[in-house]
């Protein structure tokens, strides 16, 4: 929670914790319905010490049905960029070019900004199977997967 008592960070982001300023001027921090249920999916790496991957298939499901329909940036962003891997912005620099053309100038970002922002949304598509990455060297071009090409359809 900032001074002016705005919340900021993923969690609250996401719809998956509320923060609040108690009558002493604690601040306490609690899961939403949200939240609580998606702590309670079972997850591969808690509750199977398996690192392959980072979410099950029904915590994937659960996030993309929430953000579809609660969190309405984070859906845009995530079809916003999918499109621009289906009409051939696949790599970094190019994705990177078309944020900052986009939002630049809204966000007033340097390029350091708008190449951290584009790899978080970046890497949380990946980590859902939104997108592959196929990499050659330093290079590392993305691809639209089946589950992506789904989500991009049907929200």
């Known amino acids: 929670m900032r001074k002016d008592g705005k919340l900021d960070g ?3 982001f996401l719809k998956f914790v509320n923060l609040m300023q108690d009558e002493r001027g604690k601040i306490l921090i609690g899961l939403t319905e949200a939240g609580l249920t998606f702590a309670k999916l079972e997850n591969p790496v808690i509750d199977h010490y398996d690192f392959e991957k980072s979410f099950g298939e029904r915590e994937i499901e659960f996030y993309l049905e929430h ?5 309405k940036g984070e859906s845009s962003s995530i079809k916003w960029l999918l ?3 289906v ?3 696949t790599e970094r620099e190019a994705m990177n070019n078309e944020v900052k053309m986009e939002f630049g100038q809204i966000w007033n970002a340097s390029d350091k ?3 951290t922002q584009r790899s978080g949304l970046m890497g949380r598509m990946y980590e859902l199977g939104l997108v592959n990455k196929e990499k050659t060297g330093i290079r590392v071009k993305f691809s ?3 589950k992506g090409e789904f989500y991009l359809k049907n929200n």
């Open 10 to 12: 993923a969690m609250p």
């Open 67 to 71: 953000i579809s329909r609660d969190v």
């Open 83 to 85: 499109t621009k891997v």
């Open 87 to 89: 009409n051939g912005i």
């Open 113 to 115: 900004v708008i190449n």
């Open 144 to 146: 639209i997967t089946p």
